[in-house]
């Protein structure tokens, strides 16, 4: 399965942006979706997923309630609408996608917040 994102950018503090992610290759084997963010000098961390099957979602604590993930499963395509940014939001961010026992990444799409 390969990934493309989009929707990164430049943005102030308390704004919104909407990032997406399209998969292509062999999505039936797809069994959930997420997106993973990683700042200068951190970890990467999980920042939520979707199920393929069930629709259920999970998301770190730092972003519950401001980030919403969601899916057209027409599309083979994720969303992350992120809502009241922070500075502490600025990281790249990349999708990934787990399937047949595998995983695969996108290349990364930058959020810049500027307070």
């Known amino acids: 399965v390969q990934l493309v994102e989009s929707g990164g950018g430049l943005v102030q503090t308390g704004g919104s942006l909407r990032l997406s992610c399209a998969a292509s290759g062999s999505t039936f084997s797809i069994s959930a979706m997420g997106w993973y963010r990683q700042a200068p000098g951190k970890q990467r961390e999980r920042v939520a997923r979707?199920?393929?099957?069930?629709?259920?979602?999970n998301y770190a604590d730092s972003v519950r309630g401001r980030f919403t993930i969601s899916r057209d499963n027409a599309k083979n395509t994720i969303y992350l609408q992120m809502n009241s940014l922070k500075p502490e939001d600025t990281a790249v961010y990349y999708c990934?996608?787990?399937?047949?026992?595998?995983?695969?990444w996108g290349q990364g799409t930058q959020v810049t917040v500027s307070s």
């Open positions: 990934n996608v787990l399937y047949a026992f595998k995983e695969s």
């Open positions: 979707i199920w393929t099957g069930s629709g259920g979602t």
